[in-house]
């Protein structure tokens, strides 16, 4: 069996050199194993025809009955396109190729009826199938099942008659030979437990459905092994290191804490922040060591959680150290915690690449002799000179711009590795989190401080945009400040976005001097120049911040009320919502101005929607997994998770991930080394969860 699965795919019945290398180059297919988990990505019910006149362009693929009237050809050269007049005796629609304008005609005569069935698009406001397959109805009869599995192809593998159907072929011929049935991978036990198709039967299922429901079976049998092998190898690492790793025990909650509680905390604690601060005692009182993901939307009260933690350090003896991406987020850190701190008796320092040589002596000594409690500062903090005398936590904020590998210098500066808290304002969807921060406890703060104004977001035209100038003079005769933040810095050859340069001059003129100023910071201006720039806006100085997304992470102004973003459908989701975050931090309404031109993609239309609509960044983090798919939100480019997964879907099988996790939970609690004999199979394929070899060819 395994001889025949790891042949080279050439030598299949129907493929040969030429295909083979097409196969392997466009769709990584290089063993009849690899052919056999390219799984459909949707099946088409042959079981009705639709009417042309109840076709819309929302419907999945379909099948229509009826004839050809006519072709013409329209335009000329590349852009030309054959277009064919087809109907069904009632109604009429378009089918159109923009290749074979020369054999389509010859292979499908006028008057004849056909079976044509591809996607409705909406093209002109009329309904068009672009490259339908065309079926002789006889041919139809003979389809013993009526589930059709699609398989994704790519442009180039059609060219070479390598279509869809051309790959179930394929998957016929390469299951019809099977010398064996597929060996099973999960225990009987499980099996019977969820109900499970065993792996044969899924295999040839999933490829050639006898039933919607014998696929939908199949489908979820091999969703639920790829999810659950992966949570399985994620909670297994996790708990060897949770055993390896002690934790120091921060046992009291003593002074430091309660008199900032006390007489310091002008405010109440949100439910949320009460529910992770038990979290957090919890953690760093059980004597293993915390790894703990702290998610909330910006200006959830993260910082306020960090502090906290950091006095119940202090408490116990130990120093912290609060670590930010920038020079500006490390001295807004350090500001507002100092004046959370005033007259508790407790010092607080910055270091940063541009702490001064005698400060940071001082900084290093004090560090050392234990008297220093708190550094905040940036990447500064983790040169081999910083040295703690016994560091016991570490926080560490907005942790996309911090590498893995910078984190991992920190943990070497003590004996017992210190606590970690890392804090993120880029929500992350739950299914992604399991996923991809397996090994780290998830933390939430889903509800924000009583009496925030959401802001208002509006989509707005470009043609309009003096109206929004005159708003916003309006609303800076008022005395608050704006940021307008463009996607560019230098004007892209062909794409007329508005590119900063051009923004600033239009912006200067209508925002004349010496009435109004207007800072700018973009990636090309070296940092202490930039640093200078958003200083004077901080201070007020300046009533405009002209800006790319430098600005994105963290940074506080709450007199700044309203972000203007140009060319908005240029910019990811989870980018719109963090710039969105800058403002809304003060008591006044706060504006969010999505400026785009009229022609946006389907996908650019959907992101601003989903703006306009909420503020909820989970939501937003959702919406953007379901647009974009996993392997592209931000943050899990540098995580080196290769997210290939072959059938399971982060975005749409959260149920099924979340049923993985919890049977994988279990199973590693009764049995960490899965040496228990009714376990074998998990040790034998538990690798193949480790996202290094995730490309889940073996099913041996
Ligand atoms: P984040 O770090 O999550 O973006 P911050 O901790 O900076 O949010 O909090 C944003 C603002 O809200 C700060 O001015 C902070 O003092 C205030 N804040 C935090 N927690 C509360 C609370 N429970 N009630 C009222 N205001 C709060
Ligand atoms: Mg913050």
Not at 231 to 257: A, P, T
Not at 638 to 665: C, M, T, W, Y
Request: glycine residues 8%; charged residues 25%.
């Amino acid at each position: 069996m395994q001889q025949y699965l790891k042949q080279d795919i050439q030598f299949l019945p129907g493929v040969g050199p030429k295909r083979a290398e097409l196969l392997r180059d466009e769709l990584k297919i290089q063993t009849f194993e690899d052919l056999i988990t390219y799984y459909p990505y949707k099946y088409i019910d042959r079981s009705r025809f639709y009417k042309i006149s109840e076709i819309t362009a929302d419907l999945p693929y379909i099948q229509i009955k009826g004839i050809i009237k006519g072709y013409r050809a329209i335009g000329k050269g590349r852009g030309q396109r054959l277009v064919a007049d087809f109907t069904d005796g009632e109604g009429h629609l378009e089918l159109v190729w923009f290749r074979g304008a020369r054999w389509i005609p010859e292979t499908y005569p006028l008057e004849r009826e056909y079976v044509v069935f591809g996607k409705p698009t909406l093209y002109n406001r009329r309904i068009n199938i672009i490259h339908p397959e065309i079926d002789d109805p006889s041919k139809q009869q003979i389809l013993k099942s009526k589930l059709q599995p699609v398989y994704s192809t790519t442009e180039k593998l059609k060219d070479n008659y390598l279509t869809s159907k051309a790959i179930s072929k394929l998957m016929s011929n390469v299951i019809r030979k099977l010398p064996a049935k597929f060996e099973e991978t999960l225990p009987s036990w499980l099996i019977q437990k969820l109900n499970l198709l065993n792996l044969d039967t899924a295999l040839r299922q999933i490829h050639f459905p006898d039933s919607p429901i014998q696929y939908q079976k199949a489908e979820f049998r091999l969703k639920f092994e790829e999810l659950f092998y992966i949570q399985l190898h994620i909670l297994q690492g996790k708990e060897i290191n949770s055993r390896s790793f002690r934790g120091n025990v921060f046992e009291k909650v003593g002074d430091y804490f309660n008199t900032f509680f006390r007489k310091n905390l002008p405010f109440e604690l949100t439910g949320a922040q009460k529910r992770v601060m038990k979290e957090i005692r919890r953690d760093t009182g059980s004597g293993r060591q915390m790894n703990r993901l702290l998610q909330g939307d910006v200006g959830s009260g993260k910082t306020l959680v960090a502090l906290m933690s950091v006095l119940i350090a202090a408490d116990n003896g130990f120093q912290s150290c609060i670590m930010a991406p920038t020079e500006i987020l490390a001295n807004q850190h350090y500001r507002s915690i100092s004046a959370f701190l005033e007259g508790l008796g407790l010092d607080v320092e910055l270091l940063t690449g541009s702490t001064k040589k005698s400060d940071r002596d001082r900084i290093h000594e004090n560090l050392r002799n234990g008297s220093l409690r708190i550094l905040i500062g940036t990447h500064a903090l983790i040169e081999d000179v910083v040295q703690f005398n016994n560091l016991g936590l570490v926080i560490i904020d907005e942790q996309h711009r911090f590498g893995v590998a910078q984190r991992a210098r920190l943990w070497k500066k003590a004996d017992i590795l210190p606590h970690v808290l890392v804090m993120t304002a880029t929500p992350i969807p739950r299914t992604l989190a399991m996923t991809l921060y397996g090994d780290l406890d998830v933390s939430v703060i889903d509800e924000l401080p009583p009496g925030r104004k959401p802001i208002i977001t509006r989509h707005t035209y470009d043609s309009k945009r003096l109206e929004v100038f005159g708003f916003l003079t309006k609303e800076i005769a008022r005395g608050r400040q704006v940021y307008i933040v463009y996607p560019l810095i230098q004007e892209s050859e062909k794409m007329d976005y508005k590119d900063l340069e051009d923004g600033y001059v239009s912006i200067t003129r209508a925002f004349p001097p010496p009435q109004y100023a207007v800072s700018v910071v973009h990636g090309r201006m070296k940092p202490e120049e930039k640093e200078i720039s958003m200083r004077h806006f901080i201070a007020g100085r300046t009533h405009i911040m002209v800006a790319t997304t430098v600005i994105e992470v963290g940074v506080d102004v709450p007199n700044a009320s309203i972000m203007v973003i140009e060319s908005a459908e240029r910019f990811g989701l989870s980018q719109l919502h963090q710039l969105r975050g800058r403002v809304g931090r003060g008591a006044d309404q706060s504006y969010c101005i999505l400026m785009t031109g009229y022609k946006i993609s389907e996908e650019g239309k959907k992101r601003i929607e989903t703006m306009v609509r909420t503020n909820d960044g989970f939501e937003i983090a959702e919406e953007d997994l379901r647009l974009r798919g996993p392997g592209t939100i931000e943050g899990t480019q540098q995580s080196g998770v290769p997210f290939n997964l072959k059938i399971a879907h982060l975005g749409r099988d959260g149920q099924i991930l979340q049923l993985a996790r919890d049977i994988a939970e279990k199973i590693i609690e009764e049995d960490p080394e899965l040496k228990l004999e009714k376990n074998h199979l998990f040790a034998r394929h538990v690798k193949r969860g480790d996202p290094n070899r995730l490309n889940w060819g073996s099913i041996s």
